[in-house]
């Protein structure tokens, strides 16, 4: 059974900074993309970024690029989205996502594995 648990959630300022963590436990071997999304109320879910399975390649939402870094470290399980420059625009809760990986550079992956949140409040 997969299951991801994602932390580092916490209120700051705008231009703070925080890092989220995602371990996930579950998943046969490291042959899943990874990416994080985001939702705060009344707006639907939103990309914010992705990864692929051994790392190498990243893709952002335009509104966190230069702001946001995701990077994974398959020996631990962990996923990590480094988060910058922080705006109010960008509170939401934040979810650790996983998919299958069926080929290519995770670009337009589909995700089948979901955490639970963890939530981002940045005050102005």
């Known amino acids: 059974q997969v299951q991801l648990v994602e932390s580092g959630g916490d209120s700051v300022q705008a231009g703070g900074s925080l890092r989220l963590s995602c371990v996930a436990s579950?998943?046969?071997?490291?042959?899943?993309?990874m990416g994080w999304f985001r939702q705060s109320p009344g707006k639907e879910r939103e990309g914010v970024a992705r990864?692929?399975?051994?790392?190498?390649?990243?893709y952002y939402a335009d509104s966190v690029k230069g702001r946001f870094a995701i990077s994974r470290d398959n020996n631990k399980n962990t996923l990590y989205l480094e988060m910058n420059s922080l705006k109010p625009e960008d509170a939401a809760m934040y979810y650790c996502?996983?998919?299958?990986?069926?080929?290519?550079?995770?670009?337009?992956?589909?995700?089948?594995?979901w955490g639970q949140g963890t939530e981002v409040t940045v005050s102005s």
């Open positions: 996502a996983a998919g299958v990986w069926s080929g290519g550079s995770c670009s337009s992956a589909d995700f089948g594995y």
């Open positions: 579950g998943l046969r071997d490291s042959l899943y993309c």
């Open positions: 990864i692929s399975t051994g790392g190498m390649f990243q």
